[in-house]
């Protein structure tokens, strides 16, 4: 069975940091494109940050560019999403995802196949 499971999340004062980390089992994403996701409440999921599974390059939302920095460690089968000078709209329920056999990051949602159930990062001002 394939999980996807994320930790890290919690509350924190803007201009703080917070690391989340996605610790994946069931099989290997070495070769897939894996990503982080958030979706605030009443908004619809938006992408964050994604790593190919072929030269690792990464991609960022707007939003978060020179804030956010995405990684993988495939020895260990876990992604992480280090986020810094976080802000009250960076709010949000932030998800692990996973693609299936593709190797490019996307924006869209639903060529992410693999999810986790998210972990809670709320930034009070």
């Known amino acids: 069975q394939v999980q996807l499971v994320e930790s890290g999340g919690g509350l924190v004062q803007a201009g703080g940091s917070l690391r989340l980390s996605c610790a994946t089992s069931g099989r290997t994403f070495s070769g897939s494109a894996m990503g982080w996701f958030r979706q605030a409440p009443g908004k619809e999921r938006e992408f964050v940050a994604g790593i190919s599974g072929s030269d690792s390059n990464m991609n960022y939302a707007d939003s978060v560019k020179g804030r956010f920095t995405v990684s993988r460690d495939n020895a260990k089968n876990t992604l992480s999403l280090q986020m810094n000078s976080l802000t009250p709209e960076d709010t949000a329920v932030y998800y692990c995802?996973?693609?299936?056999?593709?190797?490019?990051?996307?924006?869209?949602?639903?060529?992410?196949?693999?999810w986790g159930r998210g972990t809670q990062v709320t930034v009070s001002s």
């Open positions: 995802a996973a693609r299936n056999s593709g190797i490019l990051t996307t924006q869209n949602v639903n060529l992410w196949i693999f």
